[in-house]
């Protein structure tokens, strides 16, 4: 869905009534089936070959913008982030009815216009179909890799047709993926010392969303838990980027207390270590992602008062993947 595609419907659109045209899609004949918990079944796949970042042109070859499609919700949703080629912007939320097991997608826009659309019987293999009070949408896959986007007026009248070709690379080497192990959706039990010389640990519960960004290039943190000394939430932001002309990785976190700190490190046998550089009494903090699965991995944070030859543990993560 598209900001420029959003205005050329609204000016087609708007005033348009809900009409079902002859032969349009309709649904399956077949009840509904609801769709088993969790969100791992074929249901939630079927809008995987849109995924990824693209570069989006008209049947002509000329540019129309740009869309990155993500999972999110721990592979519940999907999210569309669409940029035209004067730069406004439209976002969605796709999710499954868990009653009906269809896709339902909410767009919105920069410019106010908002849709809420449905999914509607497929018109071919892979091919997916949404339908609005005011347009339909039609996502197929392509035998080049390429995935074509028609959005049609109900009445018929007028179309827009997206061609979408995927982005190269330019972040695709193995240190670049690295940090995939850690890209994800995650739960977290956080326990922490209450101070630096104290052994009294304090416990508490939060949640991670690491997402790759910048088309491979850097990994973004969105971190939040509950305050583990008081009421209130502790949340905080990083960007890891993998710098070759260094040969390692680089980190920067801020935090909602105004914090800031920066790492730079990378793999030490089966672990990803990132140091901190000194404070003015010497100490130093490091990172150490450890016991790395795919569901699940251990985090410490350490503090070395000798130079680095021993590392006291401050605080612990345990992540599990949702």
């Given amino acids: 869905m598209f900001a420029h595609a959003e205005r050329v419907r609204v000016h087609l659109c708007l005033g348009v009534p809900f009409v079902v045209l002859t032969g349009a899609c309709a649904r399956p004949s077949t009840p509904p089936q609801a769709v088993p918990a969790g969100c791992d079944s074929p249901t939630y796949h079927r809008l995987d070959f849109w995924l990824g970042a693209w570069d ?29 080629a004067r730069g406004h912007r439209g976002a969605s939320l796709f999710y499954v009815d868990r009653t009906s097991g269809d896709w339902r997608q909410l ?65 695709d080497t193995p240190e670049h993926h690295q940090m995939d192990f850690w890209l994800g959706d995650w739960s977290v039990a956080v326990r922490s010392r209450v101070a630096p010389d104290k052994d009294e640990w304090a416990t508490t519960t939060g949640s991670n969303h690491v997402t790759s960004i910048l088309n491979g290039c850097a990994i973004e943190e969105h971190f939040t838990a509950q305050g583990a000394q008081g009421p209130g939430t502790w949340s905080g932001r990083s960007h890891s980027v993998w710098v070759a ?4 990785w680089r980190q920067t976190w801020v935090d909602d207390s105004g914090g800031y700190l920066a790492f730079t490190g990378g793999m030490q046998g089966p672990d990803m270590v990132l140091v901190g550089e000194p404070g003015p009494s010497g100490r130093v903090m490091r990172m150490v992602f450890t016991n790395i699965a795919h569901d699940r991995l251990a985090w410490r944070w350490e503090a070395s008062t000798d130079g ?6 401050m605080m612990t993560i345990d992540y599990a993947r949702m």
Avoid: M
Avoid at 130 to 141: I, N, S, V
């Fill in 56 to 84: 989006v042109s008209d049947p002509s070859g000329a540019y129309q913008g740009t869309n990155v499609i993500d999972r999110t919700l721990g592979g519940c949703a999907i999210s569309e982030d669409w940029v035209d």
């Fill in 107 to 171: 767009w919105v826009t920069d410019e106010g216009p908002s849709k809420e659309k449905h999914e509607v019987a497929p018109s071919g293999t892979g091919t997916i179909v949404f339908e609005g009070a005011r347009d339909r949408t039609t996502l197929a896959p392509s035998g080049d890799g390429k995935v074509r986007q028609v959005i049609a007026s109900l009445d018929g009248r007028a179309s827009w047709t997206g061609i979408y070709t995927r982005q190269p690379k330019s972040c």
């Fill in 245 to 248: 002309a260094e040969n390692r």
């Fill in 308 to 313: 680095q030859r021993t590392w006291k543990p």
